[in-house]
């Protein structure tokens, strides 16, 4: 996306994420919301237990600013900020309940996801990051490569490098990740992990708009049923086949491997015990 003033302007006026920023409530509604929807992993809350939340907030803020500093009830700024106009929770009945649901935005996480980086960190590594873009390009360049005779020959080579590790490793010389390093590659993994649970919220928004934006062709519908599902159905398809439908079916698959799950468990167990890792007291959704 180019940034040129025109597209500025426009994000500045119309971006969820930028009214957030503006706003007078700012570090209320940024600090509330990551508190209790971001910070315990939290995707829905009821009406009831976001305002009790809210409201206790607002108390102990009133009791250090002043009763007038945040003079409406908790109720009526969840409204607001539901509101078209701001667009920073999601306010909906859920299936087979009369009690209104609130769900946060993805704009929203990605407001807080910045103030977030804005905050001084003790350790910034930058030797995983160049490795790890080092190895998407290995990763796309032998991808891409359609000469069976260099695919080969690179495999070969990978297999004399592993070769020539395990005869190291039989000689009694194991190589072992110091604790800066193994700091700096668990910062890139939480860093990447943070991205990710960002990135199924906005998933997720895009899945309702298209099934909403299905309901209201079927509303409006006057033609025959059949040609309705062929329409739909070819739709479906094409999102299936997009860039976006791709990935996330790969993803998916992923995830459903109940071998890769495993995996990802014992991993998770075993670096998260790591004496260098504990010194930077990881998030507690990490092991989730």
Do not use: C
Not at 217 to 234: D, H, N
């Amino acid at each position: 996306m180019s940034l040129d003033y025109a597209t500025l302007e426009l994000l500045r006026q119309s971006h969820p994420a930028w009214r957030l920023l503006r706003s007078e409530h700012a570090p209320l509604v940024a600090s509330f919301l990551q508190r209790v929807f971001i910070a315990p992993n939290v995707r829905v809350m009821t009406q009831a237990d976001l305002a009790e939340a809210l409201e206790d907030e607002l108390y102990g803020l009133r009791e250090r600013l002043g009763a007038a500093a945040f003079p409406k009830s908790a109720l009526d700024y969840l409204n607001d900020w539901a509101a078209n106009d701001k667009g920073w929770l999601r306010k909906y009945y859920a299936q087979g309940s009369d009690e209104p649901h609130f769900d946060l935005m993805p704009a929203t996480e990605k407001a807080i996801a910045w103030l977030e980086t804005l905050a001084e960190r003790s350790f910034v590594g930058t030797e995983s990051r160049l490795l790890t873009l080092f190895e998407l390009l290995k990763q796309m360049s032998e991808g891409s490569e359609s000469d069976p005779q260099a695919r080969i020959a690179e495999l070969q080579r990978r297999r004399d490098e592993i070769d020539a590790e395990i005869a190291r490793v039989l000689s009694g010389d194991l190589p072992m990740l110091d604790a800066t390093g193994l700091k700096d590659r668990f910062q890139q993994f939480t860093t990447l992990a943070r991205e990710l649970l960002t990135d199924f919220r906005e998933v997720e928004h895009n899945f309702r708009g298209l099934d909403r934006r299905v309901r209201e062709r079927i509303a409006l519908w006057e033609g025959a049923k059949g040609a309705l599902l062929e329409e739909i159905m070819g739709e479906r398809d094409a999102i299936a086949d997009s860039d976006q439908g791709r990935s996330f079916r790969a993803f998916w698959d992923f995830l459903m491997s109940s071998r890769r799950q495993e995996e990802l468990t014992t991993l998770l167990e075993r670096v998260l015990a790591l004496p260098p890792v504990l010194e930077l007291r990881p998030d507690v959704r990490t092991r989730r």
